[in-house]
């Protein structure tokens, strides 16, 4: 994928996680192979939640499970889908481990915590930051903890693409 001058941002919100789920499905199924994806967020804000949507949209029909505890699941539908969480890692760790050298250049990538690798990352294609909207701060209300904004941020000529189209077909950006 080739690197262009213009740069794309889309802020979403949504409203619970099958939301975030289908979000991810219209991500994955304009996968091609070689994307690398880069979740943010806290604790519990919906990354691997995202990851299930892309999965879907790539055909995979295993459930997919965080990689917390093992750094790594690998699924396989139309592409393969390598799934990382970094939170436990140092940018040290994943240099020496080496976790993503030995990835086929026609492989999705979604990594969580992206920001624990530092300059380990060979670059990114698609940022995604999911972050608990500030209505989530009222605890009177229930469906608002559920509620997360999601913004989409590429520099990337077919990621630019992606997002504007997404953009255009979702009411809910903020």
Excluded at 30 to 38: V, Y
Excluded at 70 to 95: K, M, N, S
Excluded at 120 to 138: R, Y
Excluded at 148 to 164: F, G, H, N, Q, Y
């Amino acid at each position: 994928m080739s690197q262009g001058s213009k740069r794309a941002k889309r802020t979403l919100v949504v409203e619970d996680p099958s939301e975030t789920r289908c979000l991810g499905r219209l991500l994955g199924e304009r996968l091609q192979g070689g994307e690398i994806i880069l979740l943010a967020g806290a604790l519990g804000a919906g990354k691997t939640t995202m990851v299930q949507g892309i999965a879907a949209g790539l055909g995979i029909q295993e459930p997919v499970k965080s990689p917390s505890f093992v750094l790594e699941r690998i699924y396989r539908g139309r592409l393969v889908l390598h799934h990382f969480d970094f939170y436990r890692l140092t940018q040290e760790d994943v240099i020496e481990a080496g976790l993503l050298y030995d990835i086929d250049d026609s492989a999705v990538v979604a990594i969580e915590w992206p920001e624990r690798a530092g300059e380990a990352l060979p670059g990114w294609t698609l940022k995604v930051g999911i972050h608990f909207h500030e209505e989530c701060l009222d605890p009177g209300s229930v469906k608002s903890e559920n509620k997360r904004r999601i913004t989409l941020e590429s520099t990337d000529a077919r990621w630019v693409e992606v997002i504007e189209t997404i953009g255009r077909h979702t009411s809910k950006r903020i």
